[in-house]
């Protein structure tokens, strides 16, 4: 059984990057009771975006547990270890497979943990598909109130219960106000893995920061990466822009910066970017935001969600000495809170998970997807991690009972160079030879 709250709430997280990981942690804090003390287990899934250490302590957020696993062993420790309250932080195919394989593995028990998923920044593509594979959790968090509406709306035009849907806001917002210009000047251009994803884009925009910082000598400009070559993030990375800028001549006003995006704000007098989610974070801080227009304002890449948030500039009128003014009304529908109404962005998510946490007994965990409903749809997904299509482990799916090996963890790395290097070096080279 759960533990009691009188005693302390067991909290677990799996994800699957550094990015979800920090928003899985963050909020399993922020939506918890904050009267209740918290114990924090964190389950890192194993695959090609698995945090390093590096990155782990660079998202600077502590768990009381944190050790790596497959999908067949969580579920197992999910049917070995007591928690009230999971929160799934994963790609849309891996929260689905998690919530066959717990509704399997919790077949005839009296109780459950309750199960929260949602998504790490701004939702801007692939809307339905990532919702359905979500739907089934006990809470779908929706980071803004436009969220929460474009939410509920994909759950109940599919004929899904979007009771689910519950509004709160980025769990990673906060520091200090922006309090005018520092000295020196600085601009940061908050880099992004895959957007833009080809060189011709990316080589053009790190250009046109170099540029930034020669016409202006007194700025220091920054670019803000989010790994160093050979990790991983959420998402891939083809063509690190520190490869890119070995072949630049920079001047002395420039620099490449890794670290906390936090940190780096607290000294941010214009934050840059193509559609981070940074961007947010800046704009909760008042700090001046573009989200550039050079490439177009395209779906592909995402900038399109900051149209109406008076962000949008390209880098001339940057040069020539812009600052955006953002739109205060579009400002609120995102989750940002910057009135100083962020500490209640969570009081619902807490509300409805305390209430389910009283309930005697939580109903199966019941997905939108199932073998009727998506028979050539669901059975591949939940393949992929080694479940069948109701949920149980494959015969031979890999679930070691203890820690690998020597041996073991010199082929796991081994295979992780290798898959990298075909990422970022034999595939780029595959795809030039085919537009020849």
């Given at each position: 059984m759960p533990a009691s709250a009188t005693k302390g709430l067991r909290v677990a997280v799996l994800a699957d990057s550094d990015t979800r990981w920090k928003w899985g942690?963050?909020?399993?804090?922020?939506?918890?009771?904050?009267?209740?003390?918290?114990?924090?287990d964190g389950y890192l899934l194993r695959g090609r975006a698995t945090p390093t250490a590096r990155q782990l302590r660079e998202v600077g957020v502590h768990a009381d547990s944190l050790r790596e696993v497959t999908a067949v062993e969580f579920l197992r420790a999910m049917t070995e270890e007591s928690y009230d309250v999971l929160v799934l932080s994963l790609v849309g195919g891996g929260v689905q497979a998690m919530l066959h394989g717990l509704r399997r593995a919790w077949e005839g028990r009296s109780k459950r943990p309750v199960v929260v998923t949602g998504y790490?920044?701004?939702?801007?593509?692939?809307?339905?598909?990532?919702?359905?594979?979500?739907?089934?959790?006990?809470l779908v968090l929706a980071n803004s109130r436009q969220d929460a509406d474009r939410f509920r709306d994909v759950y109940e035009g599919v004929g899904a219960d979007a009771s689910s849907v519950t509004e709160v806001a980025l769990p990673f917002l906060g520091g200090a106000p922006y309090e005018g210009e520092h000295d020196p000047y600085t601009v940061v251009f908050a880099a992004q893995p895959?957007?833009?994803?080809?060189?011709?884009?990316?080589?053009?925009?790190l250009d046109r920061l170099v540029q930034h910082a020669r016409l202006h000598p007194e700025r220091e400009v920054l670019l803000k990466l989010?790994?160093?070559?050979?990790?991983?993030t959420t998402h891939l990375e083809e063509l690190p822009y520190q490869k890119l800028a070995q072949r630049s001549d920079l001047p002395p006003n420039f620099r490449l910066v890794y670290g906390h995006?936090?940190?780096?704000?607290?000294?941010?007098?214009?934050?840059?970017?193509?559609?981070?989610?940074?961007?947010?974070?800046?704009?909760?801080?008042?700090?001046?935001?573009?989200?550039?227009?050079?490439l177009g304002v395209r779906e592909v890449l995402g900038n399109h969600h900051f149209v109406g948030s008076g962000c949008l500039a390209s880098w001339d009128q940057l040069d020539a000495g812009h600052r955006p003014v953002p739109d205060e009304e579009w400002v609120a529908r995102q989750g940002v809170a910057a009135d100083g109404a962020y500490e209640t962005a969570f009081d619902a998510a807490r509300e409805r998970i305390a209430k389910l946490l009283a309930t005697p007994a939580l109903p199966p965990l019941a997905p939108y997807y199932t073998p009727e409903t998506a028979p050539g749809y669901l059975p591949g997904i939940l393949a992929r991690h080694h479940l069948g299509p109701d949920g149980t482990p494959l015969p031979g799916a890999p679930a070691a009972d203890k820690e690998p090996g020597p041996v073991r963890q010199i082929v796991r790395r081994a295979a992780r160079g290798a898959y990298r290097h075909g990422v970022q070096r034999v595939a780029p080279v595959i795809r030039r030879m085919g537009e020849l």
């Open positions: 942690a963050l909020t399993a804090k922020r939506t918890v009771s904050v009267e209740s003390d918290i114990r924090l790490v920044g701004v939702v801007y593509e692939k809307l339905a598909d990532g919702l359905l594979l979500r739907h089934g959790a006990d895959s957007v833009p994803d080809s060189r011709k884009d990316r080589t053009y925009l989010r790994s160093r070559p050979g990790e991983h995006m936090g940190e780096v704000l607290d000294r941010t007098d214009l934050l840059v970017t193509v559609s981070s989610t940074a961007a947010l974070e800046s704009l909760h801080r008042r700090i001046p935001t573009v989200v550039l227009t050079d």
